[in-house]
């Protein structure tokens, strides 16, 4: 009897009911160490987001479901509407087995003898079929299926499957199962390849030298200045550059080929066509850290701009020419081949200032150092760096190597303080996890007129004593009652602090806000003198997208 | 004049002058089980079934209360009262009316499934049934209680291999005894939380036959056996009672967690669909055994059913009473 079906469908239950990152891993590391081979390779198309097509609408799947249970179409309307997701709804419909109902049989035991490809290929066969043929398909299906291997089928039927983890977590999780790095299964799932084509172990257990040459070197990470300036001793022993907004990564050019590795150990290559195209001009043998960021007119943009990009494959002409991105070199780790990662700084900075100048290509930029001969000219600069499009500065030693990790004590990030704005409490909901009996999360508006507009969700950014006192607050001044959320009334004011805002359609206050935060909670301000969004607006015009 | 009305204090019966589950104090008061939303204080006579008896004066303090066991009749102004089991909670109730051959039967809450503790249900024969409709939707049938049993179980041995206790949140009458032997089958010990250990100890006290138990209290704490589970009432606290290095896993165990985004909601982590209400194919079979001419439908989704009902060619009227939309006590049975 085949049980792959089963199998995926446990693993699907199992990644729902934790939201814990590490049980993901294990679940999904457990299903890959059990499951039949031919399934393993489906598995991880769906997981990659690579979806069978649907196979029929949602409308026919309620009208085939009510002449299955013989129900009229007005009651199962209400059922959907109650459930609120038509999966799970048809899934609840269709008659539960059980030997209390005696002419139905027994529910949660499956008596499907599919695997996942089973299914699947029987859905691939479906896709030209009559309605009718699909219909019987279902008939079948249901007669034979538990509720929750009728609901992930129905998801998988309609279009609509999600399996809601990170690809990341996958990379990881294969990783650990076939002991390798979590780079080199990314490597291997970023190529051209279907399950129709590549079976697990080809897709995965090769032994590659194409796939060593690359690879990334881990990227050296700064630490948050703690120290006050003057305590990093001579100013000219240390270099400053901005800390640009946009996306850590690793340009590579080995054999003639371009990876380029974002700094969650993810390839990138082909989200970023016009980095890729750098490999005709530059010399083999080469690796560059720096910043992949949107750029036009000599000018870095806000990371709302990059964000359009990110995730996309392939991007069309049309996004690339809106959204064009540059390199914007920090570093130099390898050259004709050698690792230079233990030379020190400036020696590999000036390699680095040559390659630039000897190559001057629009999609490859030097990443400026900054001049000051004191520790006041930095200053002046670190307040500067807003309207130079930058977070912040960061400072290295000239004399630092390029180490792993993150060390303290030679690379330091020094960000600017975070905009912000004082904004009324409007929402609350309850935390998770330890904090689930607390309302800790907490949505903020700011004045249009007579009435308050929502703006911003924040979670964090309160003491302990802090969020107690809001939650009693909470409890005695609720409103309303939307499922977990409470309308508050409006009274307590707070200080949100966020590192970017850009203008969004999707929200009512017409801006999208960059990790928002509480920065403080300002009991002496009145309510009425919260900010307005108007202000909200200003910011949008100074430092927005 | 019908023998049974809505009236503001509830159901009222003229001719017995009587009112069943009333929802204000009034003189005399037939109660088909303890729940909240059913048995409210300040009336001056109470009259319900014998293993009611003891959580009423329990719940209500100093009242009057006559009892009768399933099936006895007796009469009040002409009228013939009888309480049958409801299968519901332990001493829930149906309650007969009988009038000068007009039948009447208000359901109270019902299951129609046996859950192994409470009598289980009885269909009775009359002319007009009032039912109850709290998961009158199709979306609603029940899994066997061996199953629920057996998932919650696995669970709660996968918390304690993670190092975590497990608490199953069970209303503290009814569902607290119902799934106590899902864990007493298997050896498993048993604590209780101080909140639903009276109720308990009334039952025993009254002769019903529960597994062994141990009282949740702070002395506890240190001496917790790991290989334990907490059955506590939902939203309680335990940090008092719980030593304080472990981490806690809470389970609803309720009919609203039948669906995925109801269970999310209560941000627990986990949710069993165990209830002590009649699922959709119950509340019908329900209604068919009655053989009723007149079909009242209250207490849930009785828009629905109603409509439901009388497109399957019963005569069916929604029964609008102050049961419904009572969040804080509606919470108490599913
Ligand atoms: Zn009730
Ligand atoms: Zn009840």
């Known amino acids: 009897m085949k049980k792959g079906w089963a199998q995926y469908v446990q693993l699907w239950q199992s990644l729902q009911a934790t939201s814990s990152t590490l049980e993901k891993k294990e679940c999904v590391a457990a299903y890959f160490a059990q499951a039949p081979a031919a399934d393993k390779t489906w598995a991880l198309a769906l997981f990659c987001g690579r979806k069978p097509k649907k196979l029929c609408s949602s409308k026919e799947l309620l009208q085939w479901c009510g002449e299955y249970t013989g129900l009229p179409q007005w009651l199962l309307e209400e059922a959907y509407q109650f459930t609120g997701d038509l999966a799970e709804t048809i899934a609840l419909l269709i008659p539960r087995k059980s030997p209390e109902r005696p002419n139905q049989a027994f529910g949660s035991v499956t008596e499907q003898d599919w695997d996942l490809v089973d299914f699947l290929n029987q859905l691939l066969a479906l896709s030209i079929a009559t309605a009718e043929d699909k219909k019987a398909f279902l008939f079948s299906f249901w007669q034979s299926s538990s509720r929750t291997q009728a609901w992930v089928g129905h998801k998988i039927i309609t279009g609509g499957f999600r399996i809601g983890v990170a690809q990341t977590l996958v990379q990881q999780a294969l990783a650990s199962l076939l002991q390798q790095s979590p780079a080199d299964m990314a490597l291997r799932l970023a190529g051209q390849w279907s399950p129709l084509t590549h079976s697990f172990d080809d897709l995965l257990s090769g032994s590659g030298a194409a796939q060593d040459q690359s690879k990334p070197y881990p990227f050296y990470l700064c630490h948050a200045l703690d120290l006050s300036l003057a305590e990093l001793g001579e100013p000219a022993q240390w270099q400053a550059e901005w800390k640009w907004d946009g996306m850590r990564g690793q340009w590579i050019k080995r054999m003639n080929q371009c990876h380029l590795w974002s700094r969650g150990e993810e390839l990138v290559t082909e989200n970023f066509p016009e980095l890729a195209a750098l490999v005709a001009d530059l010399p083999d043998g080469l690796v560059l850290d720096g910043e992949i960021i949107c750029y036009q007119n000599n000018q870095p943009l806000p990371f709302a701009h990059l964000q359009k990009r990110i995730g996309k494959k392939k991007p069309s002409k049309k996004l690339l020419q809106e959204y064009p991105v540059v390199f914007l070199a920090y570093d130099i780790l390898e050259w004709q081949g050698q690792d230079l990662r233990a030379q020190p700084l400036h020696e590999r900075r000036e390699k680095l200032t040559a390659l630039c100048h000897r190559f001057p290509l629009s999609q490859l930029k030097l990443s400026p150092s900054l001049a000051f001969a004191q520790w006041s000219h930095l200053e002046t600069l670190h307040s500067q760096a807003r309207a130079a499009q930058a977070e912040g500065l960061v400072l290295k030693h000239q004399d630092s190597v390029y180490g792993t990790g993150r060390k303290k004590g030679d690379w330091w990030k020094w960000k600017t303080a975070p905009l912000h704005i004082d904004a009324v409490l409007l929402y609350a909901q309850k935390g998770h996890g330890r904090r689930s009996n607390w309302y800790t999360d907490y949505t903020f508006a700011v004045w249009d007129g007579e009435k308050l507009v929502t703006f911003a969700k924040a979670y964090s950014g309160l003491t302990d004593a802090e969020i107690k006192e809001v939650d009693a607050f909470v409890k005695a001044n609720a409103k309303e009652k939307f499922g977990p959320v409470r309308t508050v009334v409006p009274q307590l004011v707070f200080e949100i602090g966020f590192e970017g805002i850009a203008a969004s359609n999707r929200h009512k206050s017409g801006v999208a806000l960059r990790f928002p935060r509480i920065l403080r909670w300002r009991k002496d301000k009145p309510l009425s003198e919260a900010n307005t969004l108007a202000d909200l607006h200003q910011l949008l015009k100074q430092y927005g997208a | ?334």
């Open chain 2, 1 to 334: 004049m019908p023998l049974l009305q809505l009236s503001p204090q509830g159901l009222y019966c003229a001719v017995g002058d009587f009112f069943i589950d009333p929802w204000g104090p009034v003189n005399k008061a037939l109660i088909t089980h303890a729940h909240s939303d059913h048995a409210r204080g300040g009336s001056q006579h109470y009259m319900c079934q014998d293993l009611t008896k003891p959580i009423l004066q329990l719940r209500l303090g100093k009242i009057a209360v006559d009892s009768l066991p399933y099936g006895k009749p007796v009469w009040h102004n002409g009228v013939k009262i009888s309480f049958h089991p409801a299968g519901h909670v332990l001493g829930s109730a149906q309650i007969r009316l009988e009038y000068q051959g007009e039948t009447w039967v208000v359901s109270g809450d019902y299951k129609t499934a046996a859950d192994g503790l409470s009598t289980p249900f009885e269909p009775v024969a009359c002319q007009h049934f009032i039912t109850e409709s709290t998961f009158g939707l199709p979306i609603y049938q029940w899994a066997p209680q061996a199953e629920v049993f057996s998932q919650m179980r696995n669970w709660a041995l996968a918390q304690q291999s993670k190092d975590r206790i497990p608490v199953f949140e069970a209303y503290g009458l009814g569902k607290a005894q119902r799934i106590l032997p899902a864990f007493a089958q298997a050896q498993i010990p048993i604590y209780l939380h101080p909140r639903i250990w009276h109720t308990h100890q009334a039952f025993l006290e009254a002769g019903v036959d529960l597994p062994t138990v141990l009282p949740l209290t702070a002395a506890h704490a240190k001496a917790f056996l790991p290989e334990a589970v907490v059955i506590a009432p939902p939203g309680s606290s335990l940090q008092a009672y719980l030593p304080k290095n472990k981490t806690v896993s809470t389970a609803m165990c309720s009919g609203w967690m039948t669906v995925n985004a109801q269970r999310k909601q209560q941000d627990k982590d986990a949710g069993f669909a165990l209830s002590d209400h009649a699922d959709w194919p119950g509340l019908l079979s329900a209604v068919k055994a009655t053989g009723a001419e007149n079909i009242y439908v209250t207490h849930g989704f009785q828009t629905i059913f109603t409509r439901y009902l009388n497109e399957q060619g019963w005569r069916a009227q929604e029964l609008k009473t102050a049961f419904q939309g009572d969040a804080a006590t509606e919470e108490e049975s599913a």
